[in-house]
């Protein structure tokens, strides 16, 4: 026991004299901790620039070496496997609840003796709005203090708002918990393609991940219709709730079981541990050398989504296609509604069936997406000063034009004289064409602003929450004085001039990204040694 005590200590020793030498000298070096085995990759930078550090203190930085298990960029394939899949779970659950309320209005307004007109599209659109407030708040926290708290928290929260819901007893308090219910489901939409990013370093991987994740957010909303159509009608619509929360409940264990994948959240850890041990040594996580104040901390990561959305023009124009996009979807749940419940006469569990044909398309998209891997690099290697353009766009620029001719196939054969499969056969393409517009477009800003993934997909998911909320609100009015044929031609034509975006991006996109602010600080990353860990993370606490 001495023997191995004496060791202990012997390495300790070692490990001191190897930070010491670093600190004295100023030089960037590599030590082994004894305890853990782990090689603690070491930087050193004095305190300048953060007004709230003592004069003249030398900080530690700790990074992660090249093969180090503690990067999630190294992690196994299983354990990344089960985090994306523990995402994408969570991703069904919340966009489901989107949807939840869409076919069983009559239902609501029977129960809690509302009129018609706006009220029926209320518990969607505050659902909507939580969406929008939600991002902007948790996805720049997962920034600052990691991406597991914010998930479990927000997830947990969900489920409670879920049991508000089925328990409301009158309709102010209903539309208030699903306020609530948008607001804490929200985390799985911009928070989860910050993980995937943490994840996966490897372009061509990750946008694989991306598309899975971008079709589950998908899948919700085809689900949700099924679900109501023939559940409300046999067992109330309380009973559609209370199987959501169901799968909440059931989705929650593999959530509570996630790994913090946020780099600077680990080191920071790591840090804290060896703080403990080797006293006045002032170790840190890189991307707490220059982080000031609780307030100012959480004034920079607050603030950065509302920032990048309006001093980035990439990703404004991006989150402008993708807004409309959206809405698109959640006006067409409403136009198939008046088409096949309407024109057709399907029941509400037929016609939520018919509308899952769109799943075909959004598979379809999948494949497509999969076949354009093995394309798309060869572009980007023709085009080295636009590789990241052709690496992901061409994709929306393919789904763009079909989105158009969708909605003008599914408007103008709706008629009682046309047979029910030819409209909606338009589904199929235009479910296509959803899918592989966002797969580019949530790729394209996924790789321009890496470590800031989750805050350019907050200023997405916001963007896209309120058009989802207020355009659909006019649907009803629209369809009465245009009809379905026109209405259908008023959102293809307005589709259509967005559909150049891509082609925008693909022909001035590396010009927009050379003068961003934003993409100037990710820049050093790819010629830095050990791999961009000490800019990826240090660069956080800058912008």
Not at 69 to 98: A, E, Q
Not at 178 to 193: A, E, I, K
Not at 285 to 310: I, N, Q
Request: aromatic share 12%.
């Amino acid at each position: 026991m001495s023997a191995k005590t004496a060791t202990d200590r012997g390495a300790e020793e070692k490990t001191l004299a190897s930070v010491d030498a670093c600190i004295s000298a100023s030089e960037d070096t590599s030590v082994q901790d004894g305890d853990s085995g782990i090689a603690i990759a070491l930087s050193v930078v004095r305190a300048d620039g953060n007004p709230d550090a003592p004069e003249n203190v030398t900080y530690a930085i700790l990074t992660f070496e090249p093969n180090d298990p503690g990067d999630p960029h190294n992690w196994s394939k299983g354990k990344k496997l089960r985090i994306v899949l523990t995402g994408i779970l969570m991703c069904i659950n919340s966009s489901m609840g989107s949807i939840l309320t869409t076919n069983i209005f009559p239902q609501l307004q029977h129960t809690f003796g509302v009129p018609g007109g706006p009220q029926a599209v209320l518990p969607a659109s505050l659902y909507l709005v939580g969406f929008m407030f939600g991002p902007l708040i948790f996805a720049p926290l997962s920034e600052g203090y990691g991406r597991k708290p914010v998930l479990v928290s927000g997830f947990a929260l969900f489920g409670v708002a879920t049991l508000g819901a089925v328990l409301a007893r009158n309709w102010a308090v209903f539309l208030f918990f699903r306020f609530l219910c948008g607001t804490f489901g929200s985390p799985p939409l911009s928070v989860v393609g910050g993980v995937i990013a943490d994840v996966f370093c490897n372009e061509v991987t990750r946008g694989r991940v991306i598309m899975a994740w971008s079709a589950a957010t998908f899948a919700g909303p085809l689900l949700a219709p099924v679900l109501t159509g023939f559940v409300s009608p046999a067992l109330g619509w309380r009973w559609t709730f209370w199987i959501a929360l169901i799968m909440v409940s059931v989705s929650f264990i593999p959530v509570i079981a996630l790994p913090e994948t946020f780099a600077t959240k680990i080191l920071r850890t790591r840090a804290a541990k060896l703080n403990k041990k080797f006293k006045g040594r002032n170790f840190t996580a890189a991307g707490d050398v220059r982080k000031g104040s609780l307030w100012a901390s959480l004034k920079t990561t607050l603030s950065r989504p509302l920032r990048l959305l309006f001093s980035e023009m990439l990703l404004a124009l991006a989150c402008v296609y993708m807004a409309f996009t959206y809405a698109v979807f959640y006006m067409m749940v409403q136009i198939f509604g008046t088409i096949f419940q309407g024109v057709y006469k399907f029941s509400l569990g037929i016609a939520g069936v018919a509308f899952s044909i769109m799943a075909i398309g959004t598979v379809s998209g999948c494949l497509f997406s999969l076949w354009y891997d093995n394309i798309g690099p060869r572009l980007g290697a023709k085009h080295p000063d636009k590789r990241a353009e052709y690496l992901r766009l061409p994709l929306a620029c393919v789904g763009g034009p079909i989105f158009v001719i969708s909605l003008v196939w599914l408007g103008w054969t709706a008629t009682a004289s046309v047979h029910w499969f030819v409209p909606l056969s338009a589904l199929i393409p235009y479910g296509f064409a959803y899918q592989v517009i966002f797969v580019a477009m949530i790729n394209y800003i996924t790789d321009a602003y890496d470590i800031y993934a989750a805050s350019a997909l907050a200023a997405c998911g916001t963007t896209r929450s309120i058009a989802g909320a207020l355009i659909p609100l006019c649907v009803d009015k629209m369809l009465s004085s245009l009809g379905i044929a026109w209405s259908c031609t008023l959102l293809a034509l307005i589709s259509a001039v967005l559909g150049f975006v891509p082609f925008a991006f693909i022909m001035y996109g590396d010009k927009i990204r050379a003068a961003s602010r934003f993409s100037a600080t990710l820049k050093p990353q790819t010629d830095s040694p050990d791999g961009g860990s000490l800019a990826r993370a240090r660069s956080l606490t800058t912008v």
